[in-house]
């Protein structure tokens, strides 16, 4: 087809089109006959959501004016054949770290982390019921108040060694990169503290790198909304549920999907002497 056929059949185009055009009527049966070696990316299969719950607690203990020790457990179910929900425990977490405030509206946190994994499915012969997995974690959080609202911006980067359930897998290395939006709306009075009740949506991108990471860099997609409630400075109740989903480790194309109903417990004792607890900086 020459030039001055196009023109009759597409009109004046500009030249980069027509270029275009060229290109892809002589490359455009060489690039058909090479079919065997050209490939779409597999279609992406979303797994049945599993059902879970989580039943967590956040300490926060003053040890001075700027250091705190962060103490989190989690007790994490999900649900089996029988039983929804908390049908089985999968995870226990310990996590631990030392907390420094930099102001009142940014603090580090850097510590490590044991958990426990559970084999949900069926245990097969030379397989363990529970492994051990164990992380080095450091947080960055950033603190945005507004006249009614609280916007919290949380980095968070772990280092993780983990491994299967049979008796012959060795531990892999992974990297975790976290980045959390979350925003507390106060209900009942125009600021956040004692005897408010408040809403907390928040979204956290969970994204992984390492050797054994080839197609799944998204291991986790998490939307979390949550009520709760400040009894004091020092406690705070709050329930909530998340949807998340993120790509199989060994498959990125397999999408697993999860519904958790999460409780949290705050806690903040003060283990500074009386008469060396200070109002908060600025």
């Known amino acids: 087809m020459s030039k001055e056929d196009l023109t009759m059949k597409f009109g004046t185009l500009p030249k980069k089109w027509v270029s275009f055009l060229w290109v892809m009527l002589f490359l455009g049966p060489t690039l058909m006959g090479q079919g065997q070696e050209f490939k779409l990316p597999g279609e992406h299969y979303f797994k049945t959501p599993v059902s ?8 926060n203990i003053r040890l001075s004016d700027r250091l705190s020790w962060i103490a989190q457990t989690h007790f994490r179910f999900q649900e089996r054949a029988d039983v929804a929900f908390a049908g089985q425990i999968g995870q226990i977490y310990n996590r631990h770290a030392l907390n420094y405030a930099f102001s009142k509206n940014f603090n580090a946190s850097l510590g490590g982390v044991l958990r426990v994994n559970f084999n949900t499915n069926e245990i097969l012969e030379g397989e363990h019921s529970a492994v051990p997995e164990f992380r080095i974690w450091h ?11 609280n916007f919290y911006h949380r980095i968070r980067i ?26 507390k709306v106060p209900i009942n ?3 956040l ?39 004091s400075p020092q406690l705070t109740l709050a329930t909530g549920l998340m949807y998340s989903m993120g790509q199989e480790l060994a498959n990125g194309d397999i999408f ?12 903040a004792p003060d283990l500074r002497k009386a008469e060396d607890r200070h109002p908060a900086f600025k």
């Open 158 to 183: 772990e280092h993780r060694w983990s491994k299967g359930f049979g008796e012959n897998h060795d531990y892999i290395f992974r990297n975790r990169w976290r980045y959390m939006l979350n925003l």
């Open 193 to 231: 503290g004692p005897g408010v009740f408040y809403i907390a949506p928040e979204a956290e991108l969970i994204m992984q790198s390492g050797k054994a990471v080839m197609n799944s860099p998204m291991e986790d997609l998490r939307l979390h909304a949550s009520f709760g409630y400040m009894l």
């Open 52 to 59: 879970r719950l989580w039943i967590n607690t956040y300490g």
């Open 256 to 267: 697993n999907q999860k519904l958790t109903i999460r409780t949290h417990l705050y806690f």
């Open 139 to 149: 947080e960055y959080l950033f603190a945005v108040p507004l006249e009614r609202l």
């Open 189 to 191: 009075k125009p600021k």
